[in-house]
């Protein structure tokens, strides 16, 4: 699908493992308050012709997980959509057959060696190859790894209610089974740090307690900020919120948050979504942000 892209970190390596490219989504739909001109003629220089149209009506955007290797722990950040599953009221994400596994095989990783699955949140892209098809029954796909998701976030997701159309049908199919195995390690972010390297910082907005994880390896920092931010334009116009996002201030402040985050730190910044390199530093221009691709 693309080419491997391989980042260091400190002493952890980072890659990229790509499920889905979805090249033409509507900048109108994924965007309600945007503003065209920065995606047509004022659009800034780092947002290349691989992530937006010319006449900036479609944005294109990836499905993708990261996979840490710190020399002590493999681990996965996020795990996409997942095949087979039912989502009717999601076409995009409905009964995919993608290799993603095979994907994960190329760079050298089994699932049964995966020790940890962090996510960031509960939607329908992120949690989707937590599990796989075992004859009638969703089973842990990385059938060694601790899971690490926050309880708030799946407390208030277990009510049907809370729960997205787009999102319909995950919790039973790639959540709940996680919890029901006995590998969910449910945390809140504000009091338990479970892992050496990695913080988890409560980010609330995009969902109820969506989860940004930062790495610290070697004085060298990275941040995955899931869905804080879906489209490098968004770097610019920090304001903008995608169609996705249920609590519209929270997002904003969050979003604001991950961008200072990654400029004061000199952090790596690694997207959830951003299409061609899905990795960057974030810097301070006339004030506001700018983005540099790695």
Not at 37 to 53: A, K, Q, Y
Not at 71 to 78: P, W
Not at 111 to 129: K, M, R, Y
Not at 245 to 262: H, P, T, V
């Amino acid at each position: 699908m693309d080419r491997i892209q391989r980042y260091r970190i400190g002493d952890a390596t980072v890659t990229r493992v790509t499920e889905l490219i979805l090249p033409e989504v509507s900048s109108a739909f994924l965007f309600p308050d945007r503003d065209r001109t920065i995606l047509t003629h004022d659009r800034p220089r780092w947002i290349g012709p691989e992530n937006v149209s010319a006449d900036g009506e479609t944005l294109a955007l990836s499905v993708h997980s990261w996979i840490v290797q710190t020399g002590r722990h493999t681990i996965v950040i996020d795990t996409g959509a997942g095949n087979g599953k039912r989502r009717p009221l999601n076409p995009i994400f409905d009964q995919l057959d993608t290799p993603y596994l095979e994907r994960l095989a190329a760079i050298g990783i089994k699932p049964e060696q995966v020790d940890f699955v962090l996510v960031t949140h509960l939607h329908v892209d992120h949690v989707g190859w937590n599990t796989v098809r075992d004859g009638e029954r969703w089973v842990p796909t990385f059938p060694n790894a601790q899971y690490v998701f926050s309880e708030a976030e799946y407390r208030f997701y277990a009510e049907e209610e809370h729960v997205q159309t787009p999102s319909a049908g995950v919790f039973e199919d790639s959540v709940q089974p996680i919890v029901d195995a006995g590998q969910a390690l449910l945390i809140d972010a504000g009091h338990q740090q479970p892992l050496d390297g990695f913080t988890f910082h409560r980010t609330k907005g995009h969902s109820f307690d969506h989860l940004s994880i930062s790495l610290t390896s070697n004085g060298e920092r990275a941040l995955f900020a899931g869905d804080v931010m879906h489209h490098p334009v968004q770097v610019a116009k920090p304001e903008w919120n995608s169609v996705f996002c249920e609590f519209q201030d929270d997002a904003r402040a969050s979003r604001l948050w991950a961008l200072n985050f990654a400029a004061d730190h000199g952090a790596t910044f690694f997207s959830s979504h951003f299409p061609g390199t899905s990795a960057g530093t974030v810097g301070r221009a006339d004030g506001g942000f700018v983005w540099f691709p790695r």
